[in-house]
């Protein structure tokens, strides 16, 4: 099975400031600081709960290098946060109530 992370990569992050992304149920945000090279640059990665960021509670987060080996740390610390948290398919919770329109 291919890692669900490949195509996080140094140029990846060149994009846009903020990246948004899920897998089934599990939510991640990257941002990036500064630019390739210069000593500040960074990418801040968070893992958060099935709910939107601003909402969110049960967030975990960590800084890595904006490096190829930054990169690859942070490909193998999501990988490790799926595993732990998992990423069943979302749903929205069912109220038991018919909405339908008539």
């Given at each position: 099975?291919?890692?669900?992370?490949?195509?996080?990569?140094?140029?990846?992050f060149?994009?846009?400031?903020?990246?948004?992304?899920?897998?089934?149920?599990?939510?991640?945000?990257?941002?990036?600081?500064s630019?390739?090279?210069?000593?500040?640059?960074?990418?801040?990665?968070?893992?958060?709960?099935?709910?939107?960021?601003?909402?969110?509670?049960?967030?975990?987060?960590?800084?890595?290098?904006?490096?190829?080996?930054?990169?690859?740390?942070?490909?193998?610390?999501?990988?490790?946060?799926?595993?732990e948290?998992?990423?069943?398919?979302?749903?929205?919770?069912?109220?038991?109530?018919?909405?339908?329109?008539?």
């Amino acid at each position: 099975m291919k890692p669900d992370f490949d195509f996080l990569s140094v140029s990846f992050f060149t994009k846009a400031e903020i990246y948004p992304g899920s897998i089934g149920s599990f939510r991640y945000r990257f941002q990036r600081f500064s630019w390739p090279g210069k000593e500040d640059a960074h990418i801040q990665a968070w893992v958060y709960e099935n709910i939107c960021f601003e909402q969110a509670r049960n967030i975990e987060t960590k800084n890595f290098a904006w490096t190829p080996e930054g990169v690859q740390e942070l490909r193998a610390w999501l990988e490790t946060k799926l595993q732990e948290r998992g990423a069943p398919p979302y749903r929205v919770p069912y109220s038991g109530t018919n909405h339908a329109l008539t």
